[in-house]
Protein backbone atom coordinates (compact mmCIF):
# COMPACT_ATOMS: atom_id res chain seq x y z
CA UNK A 1 0.00 0.00 0.00
CA UNK A 2 1.63 3.53 -1.06
CA UNK A 3 1.36 6.20 1.32
CA UNK A 4 0.46 9.25 -0.54
CA UNK A 5 2.67 12.82 1.36
CA UNK A 6 0.87 15.31 1.87
CA UNK A 7 1.09 18.83 0.18
CA UNK A 8 2.35 21.76 1.84
CA UNK A 9 -0.17 24.29 2.47
CA UNK A 10 0.15 27.15 0.75
CA UNK A 11 0.90 29.80 3.51
CA UNK A 12 3.13 27.19 5.16
CA UNK A 13 5.86 28.79 3.42
CA UNK A 14 5.68 32.53 4.79
CA UNK A 15 5.73 31.45 8.89
CA UNK A 16 8.50 29.39 7.08
CA UNK A 17 10.17 32.19 6.07
CA UNK A 18 9.44 34.38 9.59
CA UNK A 19 10.71 31.16 11.77
CA UNK A 20 13.26 29.11 10.16
CA UNK A 21 15.88 29.66 12.73
CA UNK A 22 18.71 32.55 13.66
CA UNK A 23 20.16 32.20 10.58
CA UNK A 24 17.65 30.78 7.95
CA UNK A 25 14.61 33.30 9.08
CA UNK A 26 14.20 36.60 6.86
CA UNK A 27 12.18 39.68 6.71
CA UNK A 28 9.38 39.29 3.77
CA UNK A 29 9.57 41.18 1.10
CA UNK A 30 7.26 43.71 0.11
CA UNK A 31 5.41 40.58 -2.76
CA UNK A 32 5.64 38.38 -0.36
CA UNK A 33 4.04 40.53 2.69
CA UNK A 34 1.25 41.60 -0.15
CA UNK A 35 0.15 38.08 -1.00
CA UNK A 36 0.40 36.78 2.56
CA UNK A 37 -2.28 39.29 4.02
CA UNK A 38 -4.05 38.75 1.12
CA UNK A 39 -4.44 35.29 1.72
CA UNK A 40 -5.27 35.79 5.59
CA UNK A 41 -7.98 38.83 4.68
CA UNK A 42 -9.41 36.00 2.08
CA UNK A 43 -9.19 33.34 4.74
CA UNK A 44 -7.41 30.93 2.61
CA UNK A 45 -4.90 30.18 6.02
CA UNK A 46 -5.49 27.93 9.20
CA UNK A 47 -6.17 29.06 12.52
CA UNK A 48 -2.40 27.74 13.50
CA UNK A 49 -1.21 29.51 10.97
CA UNK A 50 -2.77 32.98 11.65
CA UNK A 51 -1.63 32.62 15.14
CA UNK A 52 1.97 31.51 14.55
CA UNK A 53 2.85 34.11 11.51
CA UNK A 54 1.14 36.48 14.10
CA UNK A 55 3.66 35.94 16.83
CA UNK A 56 6.54 35.59 14.50
CA UNK A 57 6.13 39.31 13.12
CA UNK A 58 5.60 40.49 16.23
CA UNK A 59 8.86 38.83 17.68
CA UNK A 60 11.18 39.42 14.64
CA UNK A 61 9.51 43.09 14.30
CA UNK A 62 7.97 43.78 11.18
CA UNK A 63 9.84 46.25 8.74
CA UNK A 64 8.61 48.82 6.40
CA UNK A 65 8.48 46.97 3.26
CA UNK A 66 6.26 44.04 5.28
CA UNK A 67 4.41 47.17 6.35
CA UNK A 68 3.66 48.70 2.82
CA UNK A 69 2.58 45.18 1.01
CA UNK A 70 0.02 44.03 3.97
CA UNK A 71 -1.07 47.76 3.48
CA UNK A 72 -1.28 46.99 -0.14
CA UNK A 73 -2.78 44.24 0.35
CA UNK A 74 -5.63 45.70 2.82
CA UNK A 75 -6.37 48.63 0.13
CA UNK A 76 -6.57 46.32 -2.81
CA UNK A 77 -9.82 44.87 -0.44
CA UNK A 78 -11.33 48.11 0.37
CA UNK A 79 -14.86 48.94 -0.80
CA UNK A 80 -15.14 53.34 0.10
CA UNK A 81 -16.98 55.22 -2.13
CA UNK A 82 -15.69 56.96 -5.29
CA UNK A 83 -14.27 60.80 -4.95
CA UNK A 84 -14.91 60.49 -0.75
CA UNK A 85 -12.06 62.59 0.42
CA UNK A 86 -10.82 64.14 3.87
CA UNK A 87 -8.06 65.77 4.56
CA UNK A 88 -6.92 64.08 7.57
CA UNK A 89 -6.90 60.12 8.58
CA UNK A 90 -6.84 59.78 12.36
CA UNK A 91 -6.22 55.98 13.77
CA UNK A 92 -7.16 55.63 17.36
CA UNK A 93 -6.56 52.22 18.63
CA UNK A 94 -4.02 52.28 21.55
CA UNK A 95 -6.62 54.04 24.32
CA UNK A 96 -5.34 56.22 27.09
CA UNK A 97 -4.52 55.31 30.64
CA UNK A 98 -2.70 58.11 32.46
CA UNK A 99 -4.66 61.10 30.80
CA UNK A 100 -7.73 61.78 29.48
CA UNK A 101 -7.96 61.40 25.77
CA UNK A 102 -7.42 65.33 24.95
CA UNK A 103 -6.52 64.72 21.28
CA UNK A 104 -10.67 64.62 20.66
CA UNK A 105 -11.16 67.67 21.57
CA UNK A 106 -8.55 68.83 18.93
CA UNK A 107 -10.71 66.76 16.51
CA UNK A 108 -13.49 68.26 17.14
CA UNK A 109 -12.21 71.65 17.31
CA UNK A 110 -10.36 71.43 13.64
CA UNK A 111 -13.36 69.70 11.89
CA UNK A 112 -15.27 72.89 13.68
CA UNK A 113 -12.85 75.00 11.41
CA UNK A 114 -13.07 72.77 8.24
CA UNK A 115 -10.39 70.13 8.36
CA UNK A 116 -12.05 67.10 7.25
CA UNK A 117 -11.46 64.32 9.36
CA UNK A 118 -11.88 60.03 9.37
CA UNK A 119 -11.07 58.35 12.47
CA UNK A 120 -11.04 54.87 13.07
CA UNK A 121 -10.67 52.20 15.72
CA UNK A 122 -10.69 48.28 17.17
CA UNK A 123 -12.70 48.97 19.55
CA UNK A 124 -11.51 48.24 23.56
CA UNK A 125 -9.10 45.48 23.79
CA UNK A 126 -7.35 46.15 27.00
CA UNK A 127 -8.68 46.55 30.64
CA UNK A 128 -7.90 49.72 32.14
CA UNK A 129 -7.85 51.87 29.24
CA UNK A 130 -10.03 55.11 27.86
CA UNK A 131 -10.49 54.25 23.95
CA UNK A 132 -12.17 56.77 21.46
CA UNK A 133 -15.38 54.61 20.69
CA UNK A 134 -16.04 55.13 24.65
CA UNK A 135 -16.62 58.55 24.59
CA UNK A 136 -18.21 59.06 21.10
CA UNK A 137 -21.48 59.72 22.26
CA UNK A 138 -20.52 62.06 24.95
CA UNK A 139 -18.50 63.86 22.82
CA UNK A 140 -21.35 64.16 19.68
CA UNK A 141 -18.50 63.18 17.64
CA UNK A 142 -20.35 60.74 14.90
CA UNK A 143 -20.36 57.27 14.93
CA UNK A 144 -20.78 55.35 11.57
CA UNK A 145 -21.44 51.51 10.60
CA UNK A 146 -20.70 51.78 6.39
CA UNK A 147 -19.05 53.87 4.38
CA UNK A 148 -22.70 55.87 3.82
CA UNK A 149 -22.61 57.19 6.90
CA UNK A 150 -19.08 58.28 6.95
CA UNK A 151 -20.03 59.93 3.78
CA UNK A 152 -23.09 61.91 5.76
CA UNK A 153 -21.40 62.50 8.66
CA UNK A 154 -17.83 64.33 6.64
CA UNK A 155 -20.79 65.86 4.83
CA UNK A 156 -22.54 67.39 8.18
CA UNK A 157 -19.68 67.56 10.39
CA UNK A 158 -16.27 67.25 8.88
CA UNK A 159 -15.78 64.52 10.95
CA UNK A 160 -16.42 60.77 11.35
CA UNK A 161 -15.70 57.88 12.97
CA UNK A 162 -15.93 54.31 11.83
CA UNK A 163 -14.91 51.25 13.58
CA UNK A 164 -12.49 48.91 11.94
CA UNK A 165 -14.77 45.43 12.33
CA UNK A 166 -17.16 47.87 9.94
CA UNK A 167 -14.45 48.14 6.92
CA UNK A 168 -11.67 45.55 7.51
CA UNK A 169 -13.69 42.31 10.10
CA UNK A 170 -10.99 40.24 9.42
CA UNK A 171 -7.96 42.76 10.76
CA UNK A 172 -10.67 43.38 13.85
CA UNK A 173 -10.38 39.69 14.58
CA UNK A 174 -6.77 39.62 14.42
CA UNK A 175 -6.56 42.10 16.73
CA UNK A 176 -9.46 40.46 19.13
CA UNK A 177 -6.83 37.84 19.51
CA UNK A 178 -4.62 40.00 21.98
CA UNK A 179 -6.13 38.22 25.22
CA UNK A 180 -5.44 34.48 23.54
CA UNK A 181 -1.69 35.36 21.95
CA UNK A 182 -1.14 37.54 25.01
CA UNK A 183 0.51 39.74 23.34
CA UNK A 184 -0.89 42.53 20.72
CA UNK A 185 0.38 41.26 17.35
CA UNK A 186 1.73 43.84 14.07
CA UNK A 187 -1.87 44.77 12.97
CA UNK A 188 -1.74 47.15 16.11
CA UNK A 189 0.86 49.39 14.29
CA UNK A 190 -0.88 47.99 10.73
CA UNK A 191 -3.83 49.48 11.55
CA UNK A 192 -2.66 53.06 11.46
CA UNK A 193 -1.16 52.86 8.09
CA UNK A 194 -4.36 52.09 6.13
CA UNK A 195 -5.19 55.40 5.23
CA UNK A 196 -8.37 54.04 3.47
CA UNK A 197 -9.67 56.99 1.62
CA UNK A 198 -6.35 58.19 0.74
CA UNK A 199 -6.08 61.20 2.86
CA UNK A 200 -4.03 64.78 2.35
CA UNK A 201 -1.91 63.63 5.41
CA UNK A 202 -2.15 60.43 7.38
CA UNK A 203 -1.37 60.84 11.38
CA UNK A 204 0.23 57.72 12.96
CA UNK A 205 1.31 57.70 16.55
CA UNK A 206 3.32 54.46 17.76
CA UNK A 207 4.71 54.27 21.30
CA UNK A 208 7.86 52.21 21.13
CA UNK A 209 10.94 53.67 20.27
CA UNK A 210 12.30 52.59 16.80
CA UNK A 211 9.06 51.83 15.17
CA UNK A 212 8.38 56.05 14.12
CA UNK A 213 10.99 55.81 11.20
CA UNK A 214 9.84 52.57 10.35
CA UNK A 215 5.92 53.47 9.78
CA UNK A 216 7.31 56.38 7.90
CA UNK A 217 9.38 54.28 5.85
CA UNK A 218 6.25 52.23 5.08
CA UNK A 219 4.73 54.99 4.13
CA UNK A 220 7.18 56.34 1.80
CA UNK A 221 7.05 53.51 0.15
CA UNK A 222 3.85 54.06 -0.28
CA UNK A 223 3.60 57.59 -1.82
CA UNK A 224 1.51 58.30 1.25
CA UNK A 225 1.80 62.04 2.90
CA UNK A 226 2.39 61.13 6.60
CA UNK A 227 3.28 62.15 10.12
CA UNK A 228 4.59 60.43 12.84
CA UNK A 229 5.04 60.77 15.95
CA UNK A 230 5.02 58.83 19.71
CA UNK A 231 1.91 60.18 20.72
CA UNK A 232 0.90 60.43 24.64
CA UNK A 233 -0.33 57.04 25.47
CA UNK A 234 -0.21 55.39 21.70
CA UNK A 235 -2.75 58.13 20.82
CA UNK A 236 -1.96 61.06 18.24
CA UNK A 237 -1.99 63.55 21.14
CA UNK A 238 1.55 66.11 22.07
CA UNK A 239 2.42 65.68 25.44
CA UNK A 240 3.36 68.89 26.35
CA UNK A 241 5.46 67.80 28.80
CA UNK A 242 7.89 66.14 26.85
CA UNK A 243 9.70 67.01 23.59
CA UNK A 244 8.09 66.02 20.40
CA UNK A 245 9.83 63.99 17.33
CA UNK A 246 7.92 64.31 14.34
CA UNK A 247 8.91 61.73 11.38
CA UNK A 248 7.50 63.09 8.36
CA UNK A 249 7.38 62.28 4.82
CA UNK A 250 5.79 63.86 1.50
CA UNK A 251 6.82 63.59 -1.80
CA UNK A 252 8.84 60.56 -1.64
CA UNK A 253 11.23 63.13 0.75
CA UNK A 254 11.40 62.32 4.54
CA UNK A 255 11.97 65.54 6.89
CA UNK A 256 12.17 65.88 10.35
CA UNK A 257 11.35 68.11 13.28
CA UNK A 258 11.61 68.45 16.98
CA UNK A 259 9.33 70.28 18.89
CA UNK A 260 10.59 71.88 22.63
CA UNK A 261 7.68 70.60 25.16
CA UNK A 262 5.16 73.35 25.85
CA UNK A 263 5.62 73.58 29.99
CA UNK A 264 8.67 74.69 31.79
CA UNK A 265 8.10 71.46 34.05
CA UNK A 266 5.89 68.35 34.21
CA UNK A 267 2.02 68.23 35.19
CA UNK A 268 0.66 65.90 37.76
CA UNK A 269 -1.02 63.09 36.41
CA UNK A 270 -4.62 63.38 37.68
CA UNK A 271 -5.56 60.58 39.96
CA UNK A 272 -8.34 59.28 38.11
CA UNK A 273 -9.78 59.87 34.74
CA UNK A 274 -13.58 61.61 34.49
CA UNK A 275 -14.79 61.69 30.68
CA UNK A 276 -16.93 64.40 31.78
CA UNK A 277 -14.01 66.29 32.12
CA UNK A 278 -13.65 66.79 28.67
CA UNK A 279 -17.02 67.66 28.14
CA UNK A 280 -17.12 70.84 31.28
CA UNK A 281 -13.60 71.80 29.47
CA UNK A 282 -14.98 71.73 25.75
CA UNK A 283 -18.19 73.74 27.28
CA UNK A 284 -15.45 76.37 28.99
CA UNK A 285 -16.68 75.04 32.08
CA UNK A 286 -13.64 74.26 33.71
CA UNK A 287 -9.98 74.61 33.27
CA UNK A 288 -7.17 72.03 32.70
CA UNK A 289 -3.68 73.21 32.19
CA UNK A 290 -2.21 69.73 31.02
CA UNK A 291 -5.73 69.01 28.76
CA UNK A 292 -5.52 72.63 27.19
CA UNK A 293 -1.81 72.43 26.34
CA UNK A 294 -2.24 68.83 24.98
CA UNK A 295 -5.42 70.33 22.64
CA UNK A 296 -3.23 73.22 21.78
CA UNK A 297 -0.26 71.36 20.03
CA UNK A 298 -2.42 68.23 18.99
CA UNK A 299 -4.02 70.64 16.44
CA UNK A 300 -1.29 72.08 15.91
CA UNK A 301 0.39 68.98 15.09
CA UNK A 302 -2.88 68.17 12.65
CA UNK A 303 -2.02 72.01 11.33
CA UNK A 304 1.61 71.34 10.45
CA UNK A 305 0.65 67.56 9.17
CA UNK A 306 -1.05 69.44 6.48
CA UNK A 307 1.77 72.33 5.53
CA UNK A 308 1.46 74.98 8.38
CA UNK A 309 4.84 75.78 9.67
CA UNK A 310 5.06 75.07 13.42
CA UNK A 311 4.53 78.33 14.86
CA UNK A 312 2.04 79.80 12.69
CA UNK A 313 0.13 76.62 13.48
CA UNK A 314 0.26 76.96 17.01
CA UNK A 315 -1.24 80.45 16.69
CA UNK A 316 -3.78 78.79 14.37
CA UNK A 317 -4.69 76.06 16.72
CA UNK A 318 -5.43 79.08 19.77
CA UNK A 319 -7.44 80.99 17.40
CA UNK A 320 -9.45 78.07 16.33
CA UNK A 321 -9.59 77.01 19.98
CA UNK A 322 -10.93 80.54 21.42
CA UNK A 323 -13.60 80.83 19.11
CA UNK A 324 -14.59 76.91 18.76
CA UNK A 325 -18.66 76.53 19.27
CA UNK A 326 -19.21 75.24 22.97
CA UNK A 327 -22.61 73.80 22.43
CA UNK A 328 -21.77 71.35 19.93
Known sequence: MTTVTPEEHPFAQFVRILGKGKRGARSLTREEAREAMGMLLDGKAEE????????????????????AGFTEAVRARLQTPAGLAVDLDWPSYAGKKRHLPWYLLAVKCLAQNGVRILMHGGGAHTAGRLYSEQLLGLLEIPLCHDWSEVEQALQARNLAFIPLGAWMPHLQRMIELRNTLGLRSPIHSLARMLNPLGAR??????????????????????????????????????????????YGTAGGESWDEEWPAMAPQRH????????????AFWRGESEDAYGRLAVLG???????????????????????????????
Open 48 to 67: IQLGAFLMLLRHKEESAEEL
Open 268 to 279: VKPERLDPAQLQ
Open 201 to 246: CSLQSIFHPGYQAIHREGSRLLGDTAVVIKGDGGEIEINPDAISHL
Open 298 to 328: TMALALRALGTPREEALAQAQRYWEARDRSK
